[in-house]
């Protein structure tokens, strides 16, 4: 394991708050990319970036928000708008051209 | 838009047994296909490829554009396959994105 890190492992969000989860890789990958897992729906798509300094929405962008200042690192922002955050949220990052994902750990958010 | 879709949730079978995984997708062009597998406690990791056509773990998946599927399977299974399976898509025209299936659980028995 290794190459792509998630912190923190769990997270803890009161209503209105925003918390941002960070993701981050050494394996020189271009593209990276957030997903949301909850139970029976698989993996949904939040955001995906191919280069640095700029990034898509995917499936369900919606009370979400990124940066990607840097190669190495693609930070999401759960914002006070989702009103559902409650999930684990894995991270990915691949080489350019292909479509072979590296996973990170997750992090679970988690609502007070 | 793609789809993919795994219709079962789970499945459970006896160590030894053969298991079948399936997986559809819905794309009128040449997608790539995938499976991950994510074991306890383990992240989420790649388990084949469709293009490299490779056994794995004693897992094979063969892509059948006419029929648009991508099932999954192992002669024998082993007690260490439990795990949760997904089945994923990726179009290269589109950023190489992946699109999952919603997964398949898979228990085997002693």
């Known amino acids: 394991d290794g190459g792509i890190t998630q912190s923190p492992k769990y997270l803890f969000r009161k209503e209105g708050q925003n918390v941002t989860l960070s993701c981050e890789q050494n394996l020189n990958h271009d593209a990276m990319y957030w997903y949301r897992q909850d139970p029976g729906q698989g993996l949904r798509l939040i955001y995906y970036?191919?280069?640095?300094?700029?990034?898509q929405k995917g499936d369900i962008a919606e009370g979400y928000s990124v940066s990607r200042e840097k190669k190495e690192s693609f930070p999401l922002t759960v914002t006070s708008a989702q009103k559902n955050p409650t999930a684990f949220y894995l991270c990915?990052?691949?080489?350019?051209?292909?479509?072979?994902?590296?996973f990170g750990p997750g992090t679970r958010l988690l609502v007070l | 838009a793609q789809r993919v879709t795994q219709p079962e949730k789970l499945l459970s079978v006896f160590k030894g047994a053969p298991v079948e995984l399936k997986c559809n997708y819905s794309y009128s062009g040449s997608p790539e296909l995938f499976w991950y597998v994510q074991y306890s406690r383990q992240r989420l990791q790649l388990l084949l490829r469709h293009i490299s056509r490779e056994s794995i773990k004693g897992f094979t998946a063969d892509l059948n554009k006419g029929e648009t599927s991508f099932h999954l399977k192992k002669p024998f299974a082993q007690e260490e396959d439990s795990a949760m399976y997904y089945c994923?898509?990726?179009?290269?025209?589109?950023?190489?994105?992946?699109?999952f299936g919603g997964g398949t659980r898979v228990l085997v028995k002693p």
């Open positions: 990915a990052s691949s080489a350019t051209g292909t479509g072979t994902q590296y």
């Open positions: 994923a898509l990726s179009i290269k025209a589109a950023g190489n994105k992946l699109t």
């Open positions: 970036s191919q280069i640095v300094n700029d990034f």
